[in-house]
Structure formats: structure tokens, C-alpha cells
């Protein structure tokens, strides 16, 4: 069941904070906010967009870093600053014509809790909150901001024969 559920992933839609970072946030004198984020996620994020697969970031957190990063990985569809994650995710599907049971969702805590149960493959990364470890189908043996990202796109991309890069650019990963 779980493998035919990969094989039917079109769309991978992500939180940010506690999935693609490690969930600190170190605030500057200024007002800004530093997130780190890992450089494999990064390649393998990209490497969806090149693949044709729909990437979509949903997070509650904001910055012109993060959407620039996300842009410079080929990422169109972010959006910042997110208050009702579940408006977000059905705008999102119905204006792409995506069946919710072809979307993975990776979250790590309870603003992702709604909308992970509206898709065909909720994920997290290790160290999410039990309430989403629970409805989780797949719990990445990696931690938020560790590759968790990497590790459940690379599932899904081999086991649809999407993942080998014959021509992998190194400073794509780094963007």
C-alpha cells in the first residue's frame, strides 16, 4: 500500500520551520530572522521541480530569505506567512487540478495537523509532535532541517524511476 501510494505522488507540499529547518530561529538585533537550511534538501527539492513534480511550500514563518531560497530552487508556488494552511492547501489543489490523494505533505507540528489529513501521503520528519507522528503514514528516520525532505522525495522519485540526475549540477543543491 505505501508503495503504490509513492507511485502515485505528483505534488509534494511542505511546512518550513521544524521540516526544512531544524525549527530554531536565531533573531537578529535588527528584527531579522536566520534560519539554516540543509543543502540536500535543497538538491532534492530542485531536482523535483526539474522533474515535473508540483513543489509547494506552506509555512506560518516569513522572510525574504526564505523566499528567496525557495525561488532560487525553482519553487513557484510558496506561500509565506500562512495563516489557514488548509484555505492555502484546497486553493492550491483546485487551482492546479491535483487530487489530494496524489499530494504529500510533510509537517512537523499542530498548524500542520488539519491539512496532512487531507492528503494522500501525510509525512514528518523524527523529532515532529506525537499528534502528527500519529496520522504520519511515513516518519522520516531523519530529523527536521537533517534531510528529511531529501529522504522522502528520494522515495518517491526512485521508486518512480525520477531520482538519478546523469548531469547534476553541484551548485543548483547550494542556491
Same mark, same amino acid.
Given at each position: 500500500?505505501?508503495?503504490?501510494?509513492?507511485?502515485?505522488?505528483?505534488?509534494?507540499?511542505?511546512?518550513?520551520?521544524?521540516?526544512?529547518?531544524?525549527?530554531?530561529?536565531?533573531?537578529?538585533?535588527?528584527?531579522?530572522?536566520?534560519?539554516?537550511?540543509?543543502?540536500?534538501?535543497?538538491?532534492?527539492?530542485?531536482?523535483?521541480?526539474?522533474?515535473?513534480?508540483?513543489?509547494?511550500? $506552506? @509555512?506560518?514563518? !516569513? *522572510?525574504?530569505?526564505? #523566499?528567496? =531560497?525557495?525561488?532560487?530552487?525553482?519553487?513557484?508556488? &510558496?506561500?509565506?506567512?500562512?495563516?489557514?494552511?488548509?484555505?492555502?492547501?484546497?486553493?492550491?489543489?483546485?487551482?492546479?487540478?491535483?487530487?489530494?490523494?496524489?499530494?504529500?505533505?510533510?509537517?512537523?507540528?499542530?498548524?500542520?495537523?488539519?491539512?496532512?489529513?487531507?492528503?494522500?501521503?501525510?509525512?514528518?520528519?523524527?523529532?515532529?509532535?506525537?499528534?502528527?507522528?500519529?496520522?504520519?503514514?511515513? $516518519? @522520516?528516520?531523519? !530529523? *527536521?532541517?537533517?534531510? #528529511?525532505? =531529501?529522504?522522502?522525495?528520494?522515495?518517491?522519485?526512485? &521508486?518512480?524511476?525520477?531520482?538519478?540526475?546523469?548531469?547534476?549540477?553541484?551548485?543548483?543543491?547550494?542556491?
Amino acid at each position: 500500500m505505501f508503495l503504490q501510494k509513492l507511485k502515485n505522488i505528483t505534488t509534494f507540499i511542505f511546512d518550513v520551520d521544524g521540516v526544512l529547518t531544524d525549527g530554531s530561529v536565531q533573531v537578529m538585533d535588527n528584527g531579522q530572522s536566520l534560519r539554516i537550511f540543509n543543502i540536500k534538501d535543497g538538491y532534492a527539492l530542485q531536482l523535483a521541480v526539474k522533474r515535473g513534480y508540483h513543489v509547494c511550500i $506552506i @509555512s506560518g514563518g !516569513d *522572510g525574504i530569505a526564505m #523566499a528567496k =531560497r525557495f525561488h532560487n530552487l525553482g519553487i513557484k508556488d &510558496v506561500f509565506l506567512a500562512a495563516g489557514d494552511k488548509v484555505e492555502i492547501f484546497n486553493r492550491y489543489i483546485a487551482d492546479n487540478k491535483i487530487k489530494a490523494s496524489d499530494v504529500l505533505y510533510m509537517g512537523d507540528d499542530i498548524p500542520d495537523l488539519k491539512v496532512m489529513k487531507l492528503v494522500g501521503l501525510p509525512t514528518c520528519p523524527a523529532d515532529a509532535v506525537e499528534e502528527i507522528k500519529d496520522i504520519s503514514e511515513f $516518519i @522520516s528516520p531523519f !530529523d *527536521g532541517g537533517k534531510a #528529511a525532505a =531529501r529522504d522522502i522525495i528520494e522515495k518517491v522519485m526512485k &521508486v518512480q524511476g525520477k531520482w538519478f540526475d546523469e548531469n547534476p549540477i553541484a551548485a543548483e543543491s547550494g542556491k
